[in-house]
């Protein structure tokens, strides 16, 4: 099936990004037999303070919202978070909306101290086609000299568009801002997909600063591999990354990936019981062994 543009080349990302944990990270998960779900998140930053977050999601039939507030959507995700810095933040999602397979709607918004975000974006993926569209609204609370405040806010208008058949996708992405009537972002793309197997990506991105080409593909059942080459043509910068993800068995795998600069990072993943998982992984840079800057992580994850 076709991808939204965000989703284009994710199968080089998961190897290439996930599972690269580099500071102490606990995820706790847990579910009722009503559905609803609990997490708990917490993270140590590299300044040493920990950062973390509740949240819980839980769905609510139409029947329960009344069809005018539902749209006639078949599932509604309602998901609250809170954080400890303070921030808030809430969002509902409805799945095939109008009863349109494939519709579906998202209402977001964050709170914190001195600013406010709220964004509402709609998708539509098909047999050819995939679309998106959204508004994101930012509002920052500033003092002014005589001790008022005032709420000046940014109207970001996003949106996507990609047309696919037989593996092949095209496609690009624009953001316009509506606080100084300028283009903010644009990027265009072309994919190739061979039924889950590989995938080719050649991307033009950073307002056509950045040329970025990336490719993934799953060798065997254990082994997949990736690799990325980008350009940028302001600092004519240049960075290979080449990986891999290799399954030792059912319960254990492990990843690697060194880049041009000589930055080798590498992880292991390790399901220590259902449910629990156990993240390992290290940075180093080989080309200044001798010198500070290498970083190890942990990550355990339990799914209750």
Do not use: W
């Amino acid at each position: 099936m076709i991808k939204l543009f965000s989703k284009l080349g994710e199968n080089s990302k998961k190897i290439l990004n996930d599972d690269f944990v580099f500071q102490p990270k606990l995820t706790v998960k847990s579910t009722t037999q009503n559905g609803v779900t609990y997490s708990v998140n917490g993270v140590q930053t590299p300044n040493g303070n920990i950062e973390a977050d509740f949240g819980t999601k839980f769905k609510l039939e139409p029947a329960n919202l009344g069809s005018i507030i539902s749209g006639g959507a078949a599932t509604n995700t309602i998901s609250l978070k809170l954080f400890t810095t303070g921030a808030v933040s809430a969002e509902t999602v409805l799945d095939d909306v109008a009863n349109v397979s494939g519709l579906k709607a998202t209402l977001s918004g964050t709170v914190r101290d001195a600013s406010n975000f709220v964004a509402l974006t709609s998708e539509y993926v098909g047999h050819i086609l995939a679309i998106s569209a959204g508004v994101n609204v930012f509002g920052t609370t500033a003092a002014t000299s005589s001790g008022d405040t005032s709420s000046p806010s940014t109207a970001l208008f996003n949106g996507s568009l990609v047309l696919g058949a037989e593996g092949i996708y095209v496609g690009g992405e624009l953001e316009y801002n509506a606080s100084n009537a300028a283009i903010s972002k644009y990027n265009a793309a072309i994919s190739y997909c061979d039924k889950g197997e590989s995938e080719l990506l050649l991307a033009l991105t950073d307002k056509a600063q950045c040329i970025r080409a990336c490719y993934a593909h799953a060798i065997s059942k254990r082994l997949s591999v990736a690799a990325e080459i980008s350009y940028r043509r302001a600092t004519d910068a240049r960075l290979l990354t080449v990986g891999f993800k290799y399954g030792i068995d059912e319960l254990s795998s492990v990843k690697a990936k060194v880049d041009s600069a000589g930055e080798l990072c590498m992880a292991y993943i390790q399901e220590i019981r259902p449910r629990t998982t156990l993240v390992l992984a290290s940075r180093l840079n080989v080309n200044q062994l001798d010198k500070g800057g290498h970083r190890v992580g942990l990550s355990l994850t339990y799914d209750a």
